[in-house]
């Protein structure tokens, strides 16, 4: 799609509202209400491979690519990816290994008590997309610790039933050693414990919290129980989480869990939403999850011309910020759970569609605060964190994998070593009809994963970010700066990033004064530089350069994020 090189000015701001408010209506069905079955039809379970500590698969003799690669937010989830895509395991194999290991390492992010979401990519294949996040118990209600029927072990064995090759217990052995063994504990970890100790209990949590103490950088970290849990699931296989002992346990210790909804979780699978974007074809979450919105929001900034702007000026931060505020509509209005409410995706997701969206949005509309779309933009931060796994391997496959307890340290209730999610917070997101808790039914969150195709349908790009709902604004400013204004992968990673809550525009960064006043002269409330660490996420992300058969990702500097790359020799 041409972008253009300038539009009219001067449209007011009611005429903006109007204009946007039709578009948005015009290609809005009716929310249906009605419950529908929330179960996928069943599928044979595979049975979990017997444990061979010596078994290798070989690589294929001729691999697409000369390495194969991983990222995530911690170097000890890459030793653990690669480790398996050393053994022969494949792409799948190693993010489920590097899930567990980081698991252990950034107990506070991601585990068993919490959920996640995946994008696959096989040559030759449709891309596919699992959802594994938590769900509303079977009695409908919400706890008091919003905590939600945790999926992360089903989405493991889903994946592995679909793409595993190494023994089941071989993924699962890296995050056993670490949590027996012990690990170094991160800055990250030390500055959540601090950050937490207030709501968790500590004096419940020797492991981190000696003497009653948090746990500084460097000190060991032993978690003894979780090593206990992760063995026994290595040894029974993920199903005794929801059928067996530990489904047991887990439904007596843990209020709002209970055997019956356990036993009912099930993984969702579905087509994942797609768009055109730039030279490429965005791939992103099914609903409820915000991919469909995602690449709205992106459809939009390339219509409005962002991709012939400065990226440091205020004409350019201006069209992102109204995109944004555009998909954030439409996920108030438009998002839910696709078993219970029809979600328009082809819709959302149209260029054509979405480009005569951006044709109400003049160059000069001001911010008014009275308009629909600021008050969809006005919800208070929710805090969130997740942690994302990228991984390529040498057939060409990719996995773009995020996991979540949603807060920093879930609820922060703890059982069987891990820590529970409050995911069921996210049913503020919006509200009725589209988003509210019934038996068995996922929220609206800001869980992210996405991959970038060809022109060849070759996925070229994977990537993610914790960073909760600033994750649609930063991934869109990576895919903007790396595809529209081609930066190299780093560049766009490094990049200063943004977001918008109400009329206040939140920067990494402070820019130039010229800029800073070009848009406080333009209706926004404020401009300001967040005091939370870590606010603006990490990207892992890794680049495929198939031509050459290379791998590369690009390391982000606000967290502990790494990548790494070896040949598949």
């Known amino acids: 799609m041409s972008r253009p090189a300038g539009r009219p000015r001067g449209r007011t701001v009611a005429a903006l509202v109007l204009a946007l408010s039709l578009a948005i209506a015009a290609c809005t069905p009716e929310p249906d209400t009605a419950p529908r079955d929330v179960t996928p039809p069943e599928e044979p379970a595979a049975e979990v491979p017997d444990p061979e500590p010596d078994e290798i698969v070989p690589e294929p003799d001729d691999p697409a690519l000369q390495v194969h690669a991983v990222s995530a937010g911690d170097r000890a989830g890459v030793d653990a990816g690669l480790m398996v895509l050393d053994a022969g395991g494949s792409a799948v194999d190693a993010a489920i290994a590097a899930a567990f290991a980081m698991s252990v390492v950034e107990p506070f992010a991601s585990g068993l008590g919490g959920g996640g979401a995946a994008l696959i990519a096989v040559p030759g294949e449709e891309p596919i997309a699992y959802d594994y996040r938590e769900v509303v118990a079977q009695d409908g209600v919400v706890p008091p610790t919003e905590t939600g029927i945790p999926g992360f072990a089903a989405g493991m064995r889903s994946l592995y039933d679909d793409h595993g090759v190494l023994a089941w217990d071989r993924l699962l052995a890296p995050a056993v050693t670490l949590a027996t063994e012990g690990t ?59 059928t067996g002992a530990l489904a047991e346990e887990l439904a007596t210790g843990v209020g709002g869990i209970d055997p019956t909804s356990l036993a009912e979780y099930r993984v969702q699978r579905d087509a994942p939403a797609q768009g055109d974007f730039g030279d490429h074809v965005v791939v992103a979450p099914a609903p409820a999850l915000p991919g469909p919105t995602f690449i709205q929001q992106l459809q939009i900034a390339e219509a409005l011309g962002v991709g012939d702007l400065d990226p440091g000026g205020a004409d350019h931060l201006h069209r992102m910020l109204m995109a944004w505020r555009i998909a954030d509509t439409s996920i108030s209005e438009q998002l839910g759970d696709p078993f219970f409410v029809d979600v328009p995706v082809d819709e959302l997701t149209d260029p054509d569609r979405n480009a005569a969206v951006a044709e109400a949005v003049p160059d000069d509309a001001l911010v008014d605060p009275s308009s629909a779309l ?10 969130g964190n997740t942690t994302h796994i990228t991984v390529v391997g040498s057939d060409g496959s990719v996995v773009s994998m995020t996991n979540t307890l949603t807060n920093f340290w879930g609820s922060g209730e703890r059982a069987l070593g891990f820590f529970l999610n409050d995911q069921l917070r996210r049913f503020s997101i919006g509200g009725e009809p589209t988003n ?33 709902r600033r994750i649609p604004n930063l991934l869109a400013n990576l895919l903007v700066r790396w595809d529209l204004h081609e930066q190299s992968l780093e560049e766009a990673v490094d990049a200063p990033r943004f977001h918008l809550e109400g009329g206040v525009v939140e ?37 495929i350069d198939h031509d050459r058969g290379e791998v590369v990702g690009a390391t982000d500097p606000r967290r502990q994020g790494t990548w790494r790359a070896e040949s598949a020799g």
């Open 184 to 242: 170094p504990t991160t800055g990250i970890v030390a500055d959540q414990l601090r950050s937490a100790a207030h709501r968790l209990p500590v004096t419940e949590l020797p492991e981190f919290f000696p003497d009653g103490q948090p746990l500084d950088e460097g000190d060991p970290l032993v978690q003894q129980e979780l090593a206990a849990t992760l063995q026994r699931l290595a040894d029974a296989g993920p199903d005794d989480l929801y």
């Open 507 to 543: 920067v990494e960064v402070r820019p130039p004064d010229d800029v800073v006043n070009d848009l406080l002269g333009r209706g926004y409330d404020d401009l300001r530089i967040p005091e939370p660490p870590y606010y603006f996420g990490s990207v892992q992300a890794l680049e």
């Open 436 to 468: 509210v808790p019934e038996p068995g039914r996922r929220s609206v969150s800001w869980g992210l994963p996405i991959l970038v195709l060809d022109d060849q349908a070759r996925p070229v790009l994977g990537a993610g970010s914790p960073g909760g």
């Open 374 to 383: 600021a008050q969809a933009a006005q919800a208070a931060d929710e805090a």
